[in-house]
């Protein structure tokens, strides 16, 4: 079992960066793939980033390719994504997730959610 803890999110004017994180308990975070998703008022969920279990693939959504660097420290447990130039576009609340696959895994087979960390992004 992995338990996921989303922190860092708040409100933020336009332009401007907020770094999110994501602390894991259990051993076995080191070997998951972890993504990032968002979901905006009455939207779906969607992909933004993932990142595999040593950090040397990555993936991101074109939206926020440029913009939002997702990386992961598996000594401290803890996923981030580094968010800049945000825009209102970006407001939404944003999940860590976690599974033993590819990183090109669908969210649908993401095992480990956490709960949810909103982010606001004023004009």
């Known amino acids: 079992q992995v338990q996921l803890v989303e922190s860092g999110g708040g409100l933020v004017q336009a332009g401007g960066s907020l770094r999110l994180s994501c602390a894991a308990s259990?051993?076995?975070?080191?070997?998951?793939?972890m993504g990032w998703f968002r979901q905006a008022p009455g939207k779906e969920r969607e992909f933004v980033a993932v990142?595999?279990?040593?950090?040397?693939?990555?993936r991101y959504a074109d939206s926020v390719k440029g913009r939002f660097t997702i990386s992961r420290d598996n000594a401290k447990n803890t996923l981030y994504l580094q968010m800049n130039s945000l825009n209102p576009e970006n407001t939404a609340v944003y999940y860590c997730?976690?599974?033993?696959?590819?990183?090109?895994?669908?969210?649908?087979?993401?095992?480990?959610w956490g709960q949810g960390n909103q982010v606001t992004v004023s004009s």
């Open positions: 997730a976690g599974l033993s696959g590819s990183i090109y895994a669908k969210m649908y087979e993401y095992d480990y």
């Open positions: 259990g051993r076995t975070f080191r070997s998951y793939t």
């Open positions: 990142i595999g279990w040593s950090g040397g693939s990555t």
